[in-house]
């Protein structure tokens, strides 16, 4: 991680084009170091590494220099937090402060990237969690999530998104899917239902 940063560090002199290639180039070493499992398999040997707070800490550090590397950070730390124990995502990724910050910021703000993450983590993380803000409520229950009152709070969330235009947000998808998988669920069940009563 430090050879990334020391290669690819943007100092004063490195200007326009040069310093948004810098910029992409550490997105897209990091994105190659989280999804190579390198990092899971450094904290299955040893538990007490600094190797994931530091990761999330510098990721989501070159998330706040431009506005279009937020998203794909995101999804990078997405990445990284499917291949690690549930014990590396509570003391080690939601630990580091900025991810705590993007939770807790003011939802009228609008943080489309937060809710985006919220939503993914929501699974590696106990039930009861109040970590994630007034972005998800606490415990999370999809019937809840899209009540009227709390699809309200998160219209300026909705409306960020769309500066991804013409390219739809990840957010999206991912709210289709919440949105449709107990119907999925409720559908899979009735069909097996009725291939056990025809084959009896």
């Known amino acids: 991680m430090k050879l990334i940063i020391n290669l690819l560090e943007v100092s004063g002199s490195i200007k326009g084009q040069e310093a948004k290639d810098c910029l992409l180039g550490r997105l ?3 994105g190659a170091l ?9 904290f299955f040997e040893d538990s007490g590494t600094p190797s994931v707070k530091d990761f999330v800490s510098n990721i989501i550090s070159l998330a706040g220099k431009k506005c279009y ?4 950070v995101m999804s ?3 990445d990284m937090v499917e291949k690690l124990p549930l014990e590396a995502v509570a003391n080690h990724v939601l ?3 900025g991810i705590r910050e993007c939770f807790n910021k003011d939802v009228n703000n609008g943080d489309p990237d937060a809710l985006f993450v ?15 803000g007034n972005l998800l ?5 999809p019937d809840i999530f899209f009540t ?4 309200s709070t998160l219209v300026p969330c909705f409306k960020e998104s769309t500066f991804s235009h013409p390219r739809v947000h990840s957010l999206w998808p991912l709210l289709v899917n919440v949105l449709l998988s107990p119907l999925v669920f409720q559908e899979e069940a009735a069909s097996c239902a009725h291939s056990v009563k025809k084959y009896k």
């Not at 009227?148 to 699809?151: E, G």
């Open 28 to 30: 897209c070493a990091y």
């Open 34 to 42: 989280a999804r190579s499992g390198w990092l899971a398999a450094e």
């Open 69 to 72: 590397l937020r998203e794909p």
């Open 76 to 78: 990078i730390i997405v």
């Open 95 to 97: 630990e580091v402060p």
């Open 118 to 132: 919220a939503l993914k983590l929501r699974k590696r993380v106990p039930l009861e969690t109040e970590m994630f």
């Open 137 to 141: 409520p606490c415990p999370f229950i």
């Open 148 to 151: 009227r009152d709390h699809l």
